[in-house]
């Protein structure tokens, strides 16, 4: 592209409208779908606040439109409700634990906005079934959610190994894992993500061990309505500003001092230089709002999954692309 072209794009881009956008802004406060709770990712505390690592996406896109965080209703949804619910307008956003597929994509009226997680289904088995691996989960009954990739990830993989299974589907994550911690099923299967947070939940969790092997891909993020660009572009860059921030060292601690740093890619990401704000329909500090309220990526990360968390998840794929991961923003220009 021309370097006037550049200079004039970033001098003025046109601002997207967005009818869910407005729908919010009149109606003082997002709508924001959630888990019924997974450690780490969507849960309430103990009084009542929603926290996590997904609700941190939510919580970004409330200080950007309206500068506070808590402006946000979370509304608790089963793996089979959730899409449903935003396709009807119940919500403005799914940042739920949802795995992008191609037909999700294509059949459902919804659209996949950014990865904010690289995830994959593992297995769960209690340790006196002495199964240190998948392979030998051979006739085992496996306890697994109704309306989740798990389902056919599951008939995948048995299906792949020529192995046999008895497969108990339930209607909800929490009856699945009730079911297998009553002894109803050898094996418990869902995100290795999940694993790991429902896990905290069983009566003896050091009883339990989740095998090694990742039997799927599952890169998650937040969903929203096909149909509506710059709410879609509002909410992808949202996930994606969480990331640049890490790369360009811009922390919930410094973002303010780095308001006076002479590097170009900065200025452009913390509104300095472009218009680029105005044009998703927030303000041009919108990246710094965010990262002061709620942290950069990483901050996010470490604080709800990684090693300052009970789950202490590596970053692994998460990590960032300059680190050996998979995480990866479009430059912000």
Excluded at 26 to 37: Q, V
Excluded at 43 to 50: F, K, L, P, S, V
Excluded at 236 to 261: H, P, Q
Excluded at 312 to 321: C, D, I, Q, T
Aim: with cysteine; net charge neutral; proline share 4%.
């Amino acid at each position: 592209m021309a370097l006037g072209l550049v200079t004039a794009f970033c001098g003025g881009a046109h601002a997207q409208t967005s009818p869910t956008l407005a729908k919010i802004r009149d109606r003082g406060e997002l709508i924001c779908g959630s888990s019924p709770g997974v450690a780490g990712f969507s849960i309430q505390d103990a009084t009542g606040r929603w926290n996590g690592f997904d609700t941190d996406i939510c919580r970004a896109l409330a200080v950007a439109i309206f500068n506070d965080q808590d402006k946000i209703k979370f509304i608790p949804l089963s793996s089979k409700d959730r899409l449903i619910a935003l396709q009807s307008g119940e919500i403005d956003v799914l940042p739920r634990t949802t795995t992008w597929t191609l037909s999700r994509n294509l059949s459902q009226g919804v659209t996949f906005t950014a990865v904010n997680y690289y995830d994959g289904q593992g297995f769960m088995v209690p340790k006196k079934l002495g199964v240190a691996s998948a392979s030998k989960l051979d006739g085992a009954s496996i306890c697994v959610a109704q309306g989740t990739t798990s389902e056919l990830n599951l008939a995948d993989y048995f299906r792949r190994t020529k192995m046999k299974y008895e497969v108990a589907a339930f209607g909800t994550s929490e009856e699945a894992l009730k079911a297998y911690e009553s002894g109803r099923c050898d094996a418990y299967t869902t995100d290795i993500s999940a694993l790991s947070a429902v896990r905290l939940k069983l009566q003896d969790a050091e009883s339990h061990i989740i095998l090694p092997e990742v039997i799927s891909k599952e890169p998650l993020g937040p969903w929203v309505r096909t149909g509506d660009e710059g709410w879609f572009n509002l909410v992808r860059f949202t996930v994606l500003a969480l990331v640049d921030a890490e790369e360009l060292g811009v922390t919930k601690g410094n973002v303010r001092e780095m308001l006076k740093s002479d590097n170009p890619e900065i200025k452009r990401f913390l509104g300095l230089d472009g218009k680029f704000g105005e044009a998703l329909g927030v303000t041009n500090d919108w990246t710094v709002r965010m990262i002061a309220a709620v942290g950069n990526y990483g901050e996010s990360f470490e604080r709800h999954l990684g090693k300052s968390s009970p789950l202490k998840l590596e970053r692994g794929p998460n990590a960032l692309w300059t680190q050996g991961g998979l995480q990866y923003s479009p430059p912000f220009r």
